[in-house]
């Protein structure tokens, strides 16, 4: 499977800062790099030529593609000029433009099987300016969706701003479960952002983070946390998320959760989402903990707090009918 990561922020951000360092470490060289918008490139300096039209290659042996939003059809032609030989990379890097909703880029990832079956996604990094971002977001929704969103935010620019304390408290109420880290010069290492949105000790963080007091949102969003003692049937989670997808769709910002599963108690499935963008169902060979009840978090606008026990339930007495 080939890892994608998604880089997003509001214009000007330092997007296309983050990606030449990324690009120039050498465990990331020899990624494919997609850039959802013409003109936003930013890499002229280090660009070579090749003979397809939208196909560049990098200096560091990096490919990069430019496209204007069909990104289903960059990524399977990609995925078969590397089955083919014509193409080797490792992983994926999208930049997204900076009035972007990396929601439709999720849902395209996840939702298309001709995608899904060669992709899986990695990670969603929100870039935010340490200048000017506590403006933006105040000003542009786009720039505060692109936060929610994050797996990982990123500040930008910190040698430019003396003080972060008031836009990072910001962040926090957006989303308290992504952990915020800080560039220096534009750079940090890459692995520190990258790694899987979904693994054991990033989902342990995000529950345990999510399940403090002094976790805060923004008006109108409200966390609901389920803890279960007793195992679910293994039938239950894809009608769940199901449900979840058909009846919160945009409601939902967030979900995480580690469910114990009657079937196979010791090893636990992961369930992720960003609104109606639920991916699919993760199975980890061990628990991160020893703690060993299944605890699920949503994160949502008007979602009512009693709706998703509630149907985990109504599900559950189906399944043992």
Not at 77 to 102: C, K, N
Not at 299 to 305: E, K, R, S, V, W
Request: hydrophobic share 45%.
């Amino acid at each position: 499977m080939i890892p994608v990561s998604v880089i997003t922020g509001f214009l000007g951000s330092g997007k296309t800062t983050l990606l030449r360092s990324v690009l120039r470490d050498s465990a990331y060289a020899g990624s494919a790099v997609i850039v959802n918008e013409w003109g936003d490139i930013g890499l002229d300096h280090e660009l070579l030529e090749t003979s397809e039209e939208n196909l560049l290659g990098l200096a560091n042996g990096c490919l990069c593609c430019a496209t204007r939003g069909d990104l289903a059809r960059t990524l399977i032609d990609l995925a078969a000029r590397r089955r083919s030989g014509a193409v080797t990379y490792h992983r994926v890097l999208i930049e997204t433009s900076g009035l972007a909703d990396p929601a439709p880029i999720l849902h395209t990832l996840l939702i298309d099987p001709s995608i899904a079956e060669d992709h899986r996604v990695e990670a969603v990094v929100t870039v935010v300016d340490a200048l000017l971002g506590a403006e933006t977001i105040a000003r542009h929704p786009e720039a505060a969706q692109q936060a929610m969103l994050a797996d990982r935010l990123l500040l930008s620019k910190t040698d430019l701003a003396p003080e972060t304390a008031t836009l990072e408290a910001k962040l926090a109420s957006l989303n308290p479960g992504a952990p915020i880290l800080r560039a220096v010069h534009g750079a940090i290492p890459p692995d520190m952002l990258f790694a899987s949105a979904a693994g054991p000790e990033t989902l342990q963080h995000w529950l345990e983070t999510i399940a403090t007091p002094s976790a805060r949102h923004s008006a109108g969003v409200e966390t609901i946390s389920i803890l279960r003692e007793e195992p679910l049937p293994a039938v239950v989670l894809p009608l769940f998320l199901e449900a979840l997808a058909e009846h919160a769709g945009e409601k939902l910002l967030r979900m995480k959760g580690i469910i114990r599963v009657a079937e196979a108690p010791e090893k636990p499935a992961v369930l992720h989402g960003v609104r109606h963008v639920l991916h699919p169902i993760q199975w980890l060979e061990d628990w991160p903990s020893a703690d060993r009840r299944s605890r699920l978090v949503l994160i949502g606008q008007g979602i009512p707090q009693w709706w998703p026990t509630r149907l985990l339930e109504a599900l559950e007495e189906e399944a043992r009918a």
